[in-house]
């Protein structure tokens, strides 16, 4: 549920605010695809599958191994959520066990091949998951080959919970109207993974990071926006098409970015957002311009270790729970997507020969 112009979000009926702090990335996840809450024997039990499934195929490795190391991550991910179909290519749509199955390897594999292309476009072998960490550490383990902080891992949990799910957006309508095919849910994931990787709706946080390196100092922030309003520029990671307020999501990572700041050092980057926030505020809030989850997002991200190009993958990670839950909802009353058009080009036209062509 999203509110736009009171800037609230709910999953399932549950505040965004009360998941962030009080849920985990994986009790949300079972939230979204089920439909409640689970219980502890539940959560328990669907956590111990999920972790039994991190592991990927060593053939899909190889493969990963020749994808050109100067391929972005977000196309290596989508020829791997693809080519996971081959190796589960049972399609039983209508099996609640089968589409438990699939559910919990697309949760479990996405962010193992994630982290495996980034070691192996470095030139290292990917790193085994570990079975006594959490979903977010483990991932951040097989990232940067050390195991992360308590505070790193549960804030970066709480990132993939802002990004879980958010209504019908570009990524998600593609997951639909693939899923609506009666297609494998691997290709439905891949599908929405390729719509994400679009710059009109993934990178906007990297995006966020360039446009503060280009504004440099807090002097610069006013004449840089002054040019953008005067140019109709965008600013980056501001404005959405649903809330005319702050994004509820911008200020929880806002919190999340000073937690990781007063723990692991400032960054200058930060103080400078701050001034950008404030004076765009005074700008475009007449407007109902404000700060959307892209803004803060980035520099969580960064002081976490991770790869600037790694940042919309991460998204798809966590943006995998609402996908499925969309899936899984579709093949409840499934109907083929077949949208009409209105065809505005010639009519009936006689056909000419080559040679009396113009």
Same mark, same amino acid.
């Given at each position: 549920?999203?509110?736009?112009?009171?800037?609230?979000?709910?999953?399932?009926?549950?505040?965004?605010?009360?998941?962030?702090?009080?849920?985990?990335?994986?009790?949300?996840?079972?939230?979204?695809?089920?439909?409640?809450?689970?219980?502890?024997?539940?959560?328990?039990?669907?956590?111990?599958?999920?972790?039994?499934?991190?592991?990927?195929?060593?053939?899909?490795?190889?493969?990963?191994?020749?994808?050109?190391?100067?391929?972005?991550?977000?196309?290596?991910?989508?020829?791997?959520?693809?080519?996971?179909?081959?190796?589960?290519?049972?399609?039983?749509?209508?099996?609640?066990?089968?589409?438990?199955?699939?559910?919990?390897?697309?949760? @479990?594999? %996405?962010?193992?091949?994630? =982290?495996?292309?980034?070691?192996? &476009?470095? *030139?290292? !072998?990917?790193?085994?998951?570990?079975?006594?960490?959490?979903?977010?550490?483990?991932?951040?383990?097989?990232?940067?080959?050390?195991?992360?902080?308590?505070?790193?891992?549960?804030?970066?949990?709480?990132?993939?919970?802002?990004?879980?799910?958010?209504?019908?957006?570009?990524?998600?309508?593609?997951?639909?109207?693939?899923?609506?095919?009666?297609?494998?849910?691997y290709a439905v994931v891949a599908s929405a993974v390729g719509t994400l990787a679009g710059p009109?709706?993934?990178?906007?946080?990297?995006?966020?990071?360039?446009?503060?390196?280009?504004?440099?100092?807090?002097?610069?922030?006013?004449?840089?926006?002054?040019?953008?309003?005067?140019?109709?520029?965008?600013?980056?990671?501001?404005?959405?098409?649903?809330?005319?307020?702050?994004?509820?999501? @911008?200020? %929880?990572?806002?919190?999340? =970015?000073?937690?990781?700041?007063? &723990?692991? *050092?400032? !960054?200058?980057?930060?103080?400078?957002?701050?001034?950008?926030?404030?004076?765009?505020?005074?700008?475009?809030?007449?407007?109902?311009?404000?700060?959307?989850?892209d803004f803060y997002s980035g520099l969580v991200y960064r002081k976490l270790g991770i790869p600037?190009?790694?940042?919309?993958?991460?998204?798809?990670?966590?943006?995998?729970?609402?996908?499925?839950?969309?899936?899984?909802?579709?093949?409840?009353?499934?109907?083929?997507?077949?949208?009409?058009?209105?065809?505005?080009?010639?009519?009936?036209?006689?056909?000419?020969?080559?040679?009396?062509?113009?």
């Amino acid at each position: 549920m999203v509110e736009g112009t009171l800037g609230q979000l709910a999953y399932r009926g549950y505040s965004i605010e009360d998941l962030a702090i009080r849920s985990s990335f994986l009790e949300t996840a079972y939230l979204l695809i089920w439909g409640d809450l689970p219980n502890a024997e539940a959560l328990g039990t669907f956590s111990e599958e999920v972790k039994s499934h991190r592991r990927i195929k060593f053939r899909i490795r190889d493969m990963m191994k020749c994808f050109p190391e100067s391929g972005h991550p977000m196309d290596a991910l989508q020829a791997s959520a693809a080519a996971l179909g081959l190796f589960y290519s049972r399609r039983a749509l209508d099996d609640p066990t089968y589409i438990r199955a699939a559910a919990i390897r697309l949760l @479990a594999k %996405i962010p193992t091949m994630v =982290a495996a292309f980034q070691l192996i &476009r470095k *030139g290292h !072998d990917p790193i085994q998951p570990r079975d006594d960490l959490s979903y977010a550490a483990n991932f951040l383990y097989m990232l940067t080959e050390q195991e992360p902080d308590p505070l790193a891992a549960r804030i970066f949990d709480a990132c993939l919970i802002l990004h879980a799910e958010h209504s019908l957006n570009a990524s998600t309508f593609s997951a639909l109207v693939t899923a609506s095919t009666l297609t494998d849910p691997y290709a439905v994931v891949a599908s929405a993974v390729g719509t994400l990787a679009g710059p009109l709706h993934g990178g906007a946080n990297e995006d966020v990071l360039d446009m503060l390196d280009t504004i440099g100092s807090v002097e610069n922030v006013g004449p840089y926006l002054d040019r953008c309003m005067a140019e109709k520029k965008r600013i980056m990671g501001f404005g959405h098409r649903v809330y005319k307020v702050k994004d509820p999501r @911008a200020a %929880i990572l806002q919190s999340l =970015a000073e937690q990781l700041f007063d &723990r692991f *050092g400032s !960054d200058a980057s930060y103080d400078l957002a701050r001034v950008v926030e404030e004076q765009a505020a005074d700008r475009f809030g007449a407007r109902g311009i404000y700060p959307n989850v892209d803004f803060y997002s980035g520099l969580v991200y960064r002081k976490l270790g991770i790869p600037q190009d790694l940042f919309t993958p991460i998204f798809a990670i966590a943006r995998v729970a609402g996908w499925l839950a969309h899936w899984k909802e579709q093949l409840g009353a499934n109907r083929i997507f077949r949208p009409s058009q209105v065809y505005v080009g010639h009519r009936l036209r006689p056909w000419q020969p080559i040679e009396a062509r113009p």
